[in-house]
């Protein structure tokens, strides 16, 4: 039972920091001082979304695709390829501004936006994968795709809301 939940939230690791950013803005918005306003709320939701959904998803890509590269490959239903290296450090620079884009509110935007057309593009190859290649594999047609498409969309709400 263990190791089939450990292995859900590794495989669908970005639906795993997306709920873990949910929870600590929540626990952060209930330990808040002052007066809670739909402000404070969505700020709170989106600093955490970067933290989690951009900081700690994209250093978790970046591990996986420089370091397990194998694992990584197979989760995807690929073949390893030296573009896993490109892909892994294109991640640890999206992961560094989601870092700095926590405690700054003038990164947070720039933390989605070059995530959001990685993601994206990832998305399109995914379906691209399913339809003519009929690859199926969790890793292209499984959780990571729908995150791929809607996680962008999550944090440009929580950015907007958190300006309004």
Request: glycine residues 8%.
């Amino acid at each position: 039972m263990i190791d089939s939940v450990i292995t859900f939230v590794l495989s669908n690791f970005t639906l795993s920091f997306l709920v873990l950013g949910l929870v600590t803005a929540g626990v952060s918005i209930k330990l808040c001082d002052e007066d809670v306003s739909s402000t404070i709320v969505f700020d709170r939701l989106c600093s955490h979304f970067v933290l989690f959904s951009i900081g700690f998803s994209f250093l978790y890509n970046f591990i996986m695709h420089v370091f397990f590269p194998e694992m990584a490959a197979e989760f995807i239903g690929w073949k390893p390829s030296p573009f896993q290296l490109e892909v892994g450090y294109a991640s640890l620079g999206f992961s560094v501004v989601g870092f700095m884009g926590f405690k700054n509110k003038h990164l947070r935007l720039a933390a989605i936006v070059g995530p959001a057309f990685f993601l994206w593009g990832a998305a399109s190859g995914h379906i691209y994968q399913i339809v003519v290649n009929k690859n199926m594999a969790s890793g292209n047609a499984g959780i990571i795709l729908y995150t791929d498409i809607l996680l962008p969309l999550i944090g440009f709400f929580f950015n907007h809301k958190s300006k309004s």
